[in-house]
């Protein structure tokens, strides 16, 4: 069964240094998302992607984070001067279409970001 | 913007009993995911609903949008440990379906 990956499961870094994490969507998915989850609480939207570009990005998604979809099958999240703030496990999302029977919405497992 | 309520927070159910965990949104839900997350890891998809009056079931768990479609409930028959999980409601907005999430109901079965 088409899954989302994401790599790496955990990562740790040192204030201030530049992050990516990688995603690979399901194959023929056209939709894509972040989302973050701080432990114990929600998890929250940060931005989605359709179509080579930003469809929607939340107050959390600033100018220290980027989305980039360099070669067809990758999507990535740069976070490029990480606060300990950023701590929280980050979530790769991909889903067909619009319609109702594209409409799922498919989870990764997870990138957990350790700001040190 | 949109606000998710799910109650209760956490359930303790002996295996066997049947249990119920309701989402409340603050505006109408135009689609409703429901997922389950093992602590520290992904979500599992489970279930959409969209249209009002909408049920879906999948083995042992029925989902259902009311038809004012403000609330949905998930109900599961005669739990099993491997039901334990943290359940989330999620609830679909914007023109590119972001998705606004609940708190959770943390579940756990007593053998």
């Known amino acids: 069964e088409p899954e989302v990956t994401q790599t790496p499961s955990h990562q740790v870094t040192q204030m201030g240094q530049e992050v990516i994490l990688r995603c690979v969507p399901i194959?023929?998915?056209?939709?894509f998302y972040w989302y973050r989850q701080i432990l114990g609480q929600k998890v929250e939207f940060l931005v989605s992607f359709y179509n080579n570009e930003i469809s929607e990005k939340s107050e959390i998604f600033d100018d220290q984070f980027s989305v980039e979809r360099p070669d067809g099958s990758n999507f990535t999240l740069k976070i490029r001067s990480t606060k300990l703030e950023d701590s929280a496990m980050y979530f790769c999302?991909?889903?067909?279409?619009?319609?109702?029977?594209?409409?799922?919405?498919?989870f990764g497992p997870g990138t957990r970001l350790t700001v040190l | 913007s949109q606000e998710l309520e799910q109650s209760p927070q956490s359930l303790i159910v002996q295996e066997g009993k049947n249990l119920t965990i309701n989402c409340t949104s603050s505006k109408t839900l135009y689609g409703l995911y429901w997922y389950k997350q093992k602590y520290g890891e992904g979500l599992i998809f489970l279930m959409m609903l969209q249209k009002g009056g909408e049920e879906k079931s999948h083995e042992k768990i029925t989902a259902k949008l009311d038809e004012k479609k403000q609330q949905s409930s998930l109900h599961i028959t005669a739990s099993q440990p491997s039901h334990a999980g943290i359940y989330l409601c999620g609830a679909v907005s914007g023109g590119y379906q972001k998705v606004t999430f609940g708190i959770g109901t943390k579940l756990q079965v007593i053998p």
């Open positions: 194959s023929n998915h056209l939709y």
């Open positions: 999302a991909s889903k067909l279409g619009r319609s109702t029977s594209g409409a799922e919405q498919f």
